[in-house]
C-alpha cells in the first residue's frame, strides 16, 4: 500500500488569479465569441467529451461554476459565453 501524497495548491501570482496556459486564454475567448455550429478548438476538439473537457476547464479557471449533472447544456453554454466575456474584461492581456 503507498502514501497518499498531499495536493499541493497551485501557485498563484500577487493578486491571487489563476496561472492562464495561452490556450486556455484562447478557450476562454474563443467560449466569449463562438457561434452555434462552430467546431471546437483544438486540443478540445479530441476529448471523448469535447463538450464536458471545454466545461471542466472553465470551471477550473473559475470563468463559470460547476453545472449541475442535470442542467441544460444549451443554457450553460449560453452562461459561459457571458461569463467568458466577463471574465477576459477581468483578466486583460
Known amino acids: ?3 497518499e501524497r498531499p495536493q499541493r495548491e497551485p501557485v498563484r501570482p500577487m493578486d491571487g488569479a489563476p496561472r492562464v496556459a495561452l490556450r486556455e486564454r484562447l478557450l476562454v475567448e474563443w467560449v466569449a465569441s463562438a457561434k452555434v455550429g462552430d467546431p471546437f478548438p483544438e ?3 479530441n ?3 469535447p463538450r464536458e473537457s471545454i ?3 472553465l470551471v477550473m ?3 463559470i461554476p460547476l453545472p449541475a449533472p ?3 447544456m444549451a443554457a450553460v ?3 459561459a459565453s457571458v461569463a467568458a466575456r466577463a471574465w477576459l474584461e477581468q483578466h486583460p492581456t
Open 47 to 49: 476529448a471523448m467529451n
Open 1 to 3: 500500500m503507498h502514501e
Open 43 to 45: 486540443p478540445w476538439s
Open 70 to 72: 442535470d442542467a441544460n
Open 55 to 57: 466545461i471542466r476547464t
Open 61 to 63: 479557471l473559475r470563468v
Open 77 to 79: 453554454a449560453q452562461e
